[in-house]
Nanobody, 122 residues
Framework: QVQLVESGGGVVQAGASLRLDCETS????????ISWFRQAPGKEREFVVG???????YLADSVKGRFNIFRDSAQNTVYLQMNNLKFEDTAVYYC????????????????WGQGTQVTVSS
């Protein structure tokens, strides 16, 4: 079965860095678009960063210049590198995958991890 497991969240001060990991299993890694979404209390789940099946990367405007995403095919893992974290980045971060082309819409994704909490103190 398909499984996505996130890790790496925590509590940090503004300006710090974190790396979130999404370990995948049960899927053809290179054939799936994999993205990170986040959801703060009372807010809609929003797209953060993603990778398409073609290897391209996509970033939300709010995180350009601070976040990036990388695929490690040998480990079947996608990494979200977050730098210069802001208070506004506080949210639960989710890894998601789909076997079709990349999109930024959460409802289009078929598989989800359990989420990992990122809290940034101001």
């Amino acid at each position: 079965q398909v499984q996505l497991v996130e890790s790496g969240g925590g509590v940090v001060q503004a300006g710090a860095s974190l790396r979130l990991d999404c370990e995948t299993s049960g899927l053809a890694f290179s054939s799936y678009a994999i993205s990170w979404f986040r959801q703060a209390p009372g807010k809609e789940r929003e797209f953060v960063v993603g990778t398409g099946r073609n290897g391209r990367t996509y970033l939300a405007d709010s995180v350009k210049g601070r976040f990036n995403i990388f695929r490690d095919s040998a480990q079947n893992t996608v990494y979200l590198q977050m730098n210069n974290l802001k208070f506004e980045d506080t949210a639960v971060y989710y890894c998601a995958a789909r076997g079709l082309i990349f999109t930024t819409k959460a409802a289009d994704y078929d598989y989800w991890g359990q989420g990992t909490q990122v809290t940034v103190s101001s």
